[in-house]
């Protein structure tokens, strides 16, 4: 009896054992850590922005008559290449014409009129050295007949060159090597200068063997890049998965009022005809700083509606720091403000943060 009453009290005590309610809650540790800091440092960037550019013709010219008339012969079109002096097209004008046949006409009566005072004038010089045959005054009068018909040939000969220079007007030459672009005149069409402010150009050519790269750097950037020793790449539209470099060869040394950014040209090499003027281009260009700056963690800026600033801890406690922005590079940051260049300042803020709040 009693060997019963003992494994009765000993399975009773097991099965409590095993319904024992158990605390499954961790303690939890505390994580609110310091947060992040970092030291502001001093040193130079370099980086590289991208802004659109422009493909041009190295020279581009709108042809216009110099003379009225009408088209007599056009000897090129759209898409024609000629070389420099080649005959582009012919105009005609038959008062022109008229003007160099009386020019020569008078041209003629002139050298007619200079050959018989001459004549005259040395005849009668030579007649002086009889003593008495001729008077001192009808030697004079000769002299100064024959200095004016000299003056009146003269005279007459430069109206004839003027009027042939009228004439090579009428004949159009391409002033520098290139393409046709444009053509808007026929055969029968009448020209002249009058009519350059109501109608369009004659001819447009442009050499685009040879093209410029233009690219308009804004004034931010301007005291971070020395154009003139730079090599720049660029990428274009028509031509994905291909990049091309080309020098600076000059920068315009001012800003545009229109967009505050100064022009900058390279020149870029066109032999295949690869590229088009007119093309819009994307442009890579190295920057750097010009002195030494103060240089942060992009994430440490904060960009709030009361601007820009980072959050420095002085003494344990918050401080805004206003600051402008320069270049950035592999998530450094170059600012420009109020520094010392020993501040210790948050690496990750957010805008929750105040001004003046204690930092453990």
């Keep these: 009896m009693n060997k019963i009453l003992i494994i009765i009290a000993v399975v009773a005590l097991s099965s409590c054992s095993h319904h024992r309610p158990t605390d499954l809650t961790e303690s939890k540790k505390s994580t609110n850590a310091a947060p992040a800091t970092v030291k502001v440092i001093r040193d130079t960037l370099r980086s590289a922005i991208k802004l659109p550019g422009e493909l041009k013709p190295y020279e581009k010219v709108d042809i216009y008559p110099k003379m009225n008339g009408f088209v007599k012969e056009m ?49 009668l010089r030579a007649a002086t050295s009889v ?44 002033p520098f090597e290139g393409v046709i672009t444009e053509r808007n005149v026929h055969p029968g069409s009448l020209t002249g200068p009058n009519f350059k402010m109501d109608s369009k150009p004659l001819l447009i050519l442009e050499q685009n063997s040879k093209l410029r790269l233009e690219v308009f750097i804004p004034e931010v950037y301007t005291g971070s890049i020395d154009a003139k020793q730079h090599q720049i790449s660029f990428t274009t539209q028509s031509l994905p998965g291909q990049s091309f470099t080309a020098n600076v060869s000059r920068a315009s040394e001012s800003l545009y009022d229109q967009y505050r950014s100064e022009a900058v040209e390279a020149d870029v090499p066109n032999p295949n005809g690869i590229f088009k003027p007119g093309m819009y281009v994307e442009v890579s260009l190295p920057i750097h700083s010009s002195v030494a700056s103060y240089l942060v963690p992009s994430s440490a800026i904060v960009t709030s509606t009361e601007g820009k600033y980072i959050i420095a801890v002085q003494n344990g406690v918050t401080h805004f720091i206003k600051v402008r922005e320069g270049i950035s590079e592999k998530g450094k940051t170059e600012i420009f403000g109020d520094l010392q260049g020993d501040e210790v300042i948050l690496q990750n803020p957010s805008e929750e943060i105040k001004e003046g709040t204690a930092m453990r």
């Design 75 to 123: 000897y090129v079109d759209r898409g024609s290449h000629v070389g420099k002096g080649d005959l582009l097209m012919t105009l005609e004008a038959p008062e022109i014409a008229q003007q160099i046949q009386a020019a020569q006409g008078r041209l003629l009566e002139a050298r007619e009129k200079l050959n018989a005072s001459r004549d005259r004038y040395f005849r």
């Design 131 to 174: 003593a008495g045959s001729v008077s001192e005054l009808d030697l004079m009068n000769a002299g100064s007949r024959y200095q004016a018909d000299s003056a009146l040939e003269q005279s007459e000969r430069a109206n004839l060159s003027a009027a042939q220079v009228l004439q090579d007007y009428l004949v159009i030459r391409a």
